[in-house]
């Protein structure tokens, strides 16, 4: 199939602008600048359908449209950029940025320019040294050409991008942590409503969206919501990147049509399993996500057709779970990451991601004991939607009560045995 | 007291945010890249550059994973222990630093070269296990290469 995302990447770094613009690059942002309404610019994101690929999947279009416009609306505007890539098996927006950085910059013209955004900040997680300087390059190169500042493209739009580099939390990856972050606040979330495009960065309209999600942006202005939709195989649009961690032959990430099959991503793509193991499991989309099994390997990997089985999406990025892998084990190690890097302002999150933590330790070193289940079930359903600020424990209870699921024999084995058995 | 170029580059990040107190995460990041971490005294003089309080700024400071409030040493080495690097041997690989780094997990080795800390997914899970020494990824790390790794970092 046709890359569209990775098109322009090679082994040697990153294409600077004027091998990025050789490529027809830039095309789109002069195109959306100068010769579009910003509605245009928003109804044609809307007619591609395209949603959210930081982890939501919320609609990119519908995201935009709650901006207020016009000349009422309050300025300056932000336009943010989620890098902040910090989900347990996730590493697909790094490639984007550290091989392509002007397409992410393109698009946040694009997009930004949609929302009339005044400034724009991509918020990068510290541990990108490489995606920061290519894009701390590319930023620049994009000014001295005058596509960012003011008069872009000879407009009179006026458009500022900021790199912020953070210094390592996972919840500033949820939208409103990272704003309060972003203003040099604790990275605690915020109570919404006010959703951020109507009260965000500073009190004022923004809008905050995943690197992969805007780096599409540019291909859709350019080549229209029809060419677009028809790039995945089940109509939801687009190409995705999906990535594949684990003891697979061939971890790593490629672009396909939105939609391919679980099956077919683990076969083709990562090559099966390694030699001498067998698969067991996947985490579809990132550490909060609901295990996926044997039973579903011809699930489309788009949106609505995870969410069917009852998991999601997410990030796209599949950890494999494997028979040399103790789930038990596994699952304790996510829970011990989500209770760590808790913010510790809700209840259900700060003490319970505790409790399930040390659960699932007792467990591991053979002190667990009957009822242990029915604890860790009933924690996760405490630490599910609705009973805190943000979408961290409901995300880590995920893997817990799946695995609760496919893998209770495994759990009982534990409590019966006294002991881990793959120790 | 903050020196001349700590200033100078704190106020440089000004020009980017519209307040004083946005810039406290890059300062923090200044001062500790020219001393190596964040000291109380290093934290009072940005609080009073920024218009922040100690506590506003030290809630910020202490929040984060790589901000440090005690000293580490010359080189920081980071192994990641999140799932993807757990399950391909992230604790034979922290082990292995540990011992060729002279640092016990959480500590500095005697000669202050090595500070050695656990760190949440690095976003490398195609080269797990991964870890980083200062500013450097290394992917597919073998725990028995590590000693050899590390003697690059004087």
């Not at chain 1, 090679?10 to 990025?20: C, E, I, K, L, V």
């Not at chain 1, 709650?66 to 950029?81: L, R, T």
């Not at chain 1, 057709?305 to 494997?322: A, E, H, N, P, W």
Request: contains cysteine; proline residues 5%; charged residues 25%.
């Amino acid at each position: 199939m046709e890359r569209v995302l990775t098109a322009n990447m090679r082994a040697d770094g990153a294409p600077d602008r004027q091998a990025y613009e050789k490529a027809g690059g830039y095309a789109a942002a002069r195109q959306a600048v100068t010769g579009l309404a910003p509605a245009d610019v928003l109804s044609r994101v809307k007619a591609s359908g395209l949603r959210g690929r930081g982890g939501a999947g919320f609609p990119t279009g519908q995201k935009w449209s709650f901006v207020p416009m016009g000349a009422d609306a309050p300025h300056p505007k932000y336009f943010v950029i989620n890098a902040d890539e910090m989900e347990p098996g996730t590493f697909k927006d790094r490639l984007l940025m550290e091989a392509d950085p002007h397409q992410l910059v393109e698009g946040i013209i694009i997009s930004s320019y949609a929302v009339e955004a005044d400034v724009a900040y991509i918020f990068l997680r510290w541990a990108y040294k490489l995606a920061a300087s290519r894009l701390e390059r590319a930023i620049a190169e994009a000014y001295e050409a005058g596509y960012l500042g003011g008069r872009i493209f000879g407009s009179g739009y006026h458009l500022d991008l900021h790199l912020h580099v953070s210094a390592g939390r996972y919840i500033c990856g949820e939208e409103t942590a990272l704003l309060n972050a972003l203003e040099g606040k604790r990275g605690n979330p915020r109570s919404k409503p006010p959703f951020p495009a109507i009260s965000g960065l500073w009190g004022k309209p923004t809008v905050v969206n995943n690197v992969e999600t805007i780096c599409n942006v540019p291909h859709i202005i350019g080549r229209g919501a029809d060419w677009f939709k028809q790039a995945s195989r089940t109509g939801e649009g687009g190409t995705k990147l999906y990535g594949a961690s684990g003891r697979v032959k061939r971890p790593g990430l490629w672009e396909l049509p939105l939609g391919t099959p679980l099956g077919e991503l683990l076969e083709e793509h990562a090559g099966g399993m390694q030699d001498g193991v067998r698969f067991r499991g996947v985490l579809p989309g990132g550490a909060s996500t609901d295990f996926l099994t044997g039973d579903h390997l011809d699930v489309a990997m788009d949106f609505e057709s995870v969410q069917k089985v009852g998991s999601r999406l997410g990030t796209g990025t599949m950890i494999v779970l494997d028979d040399r892998t103790c789930p038990v084990g596994m699952v304790r190690n996510l829970e011990d990451f989500f209770a760590q890097e808790s913010c510790g302002w809700c209840t259900p999150c700060w003490a319970g991601l505790h409790w399930v933590a040390d659960l699932l330790c007792d467990l591991e070193e053979g002190r667990g004991e009957a009822g242990d289940l029915d604890r860790l079930a009933s924690h996760a359903r405490l630490l599910g939607p609705g009973h805190t600020y943000c979408a961290l424990a409901p995300g880590a209870a995920e893997p817990l009560q799946s695995a609760l699921t496919h893998f209770r024999d495994d759990f009982e084995r534990h409590i019966r045995e006294h002991r881990c058995p793959w120790r | 007291m903050l020196t001349d170029e700590e200033r100078r580059e704190i106020e440089t990040e000004m020009a980017r945010y519209p307040t004083r107190q946005a810039v406290c995460v890059d300062a923090l990041k200044i001062v500790q890249h020219h001393r190596g971490w964040v000291s109380d005294e290093g934290l009072q003089d940005i609080a009073a550059l920024l218009d922040m309080t100690l506590d506003e700024l030290d809630a910020v400071a202490s929040f984060y994973n790589l901000i440090f409030r005690r000293p580490v040493g010359r080189h920081v080495v980071l192994v990641c222990n999140s799932v993807s690097c757990w399950m391909l041997g992230a604790d034979r690989l922290r082990d292995a630093c540990a011992e060729a780094s002279g640092a016990a997990v959480g500590g500095t080795s005697h000669d202050g070269r090595f500070t050695l800390l656990p760190i949440v997914c690095l976003g490398a899970c195609d080269r797990a296990p991964a870890m980083m020494i200062g500013n450097d990824l290394h992917g597919n790390v073998d725990p028995a290469h590590v000693a050899g790794l590390l003697e690059r970092y004087r």
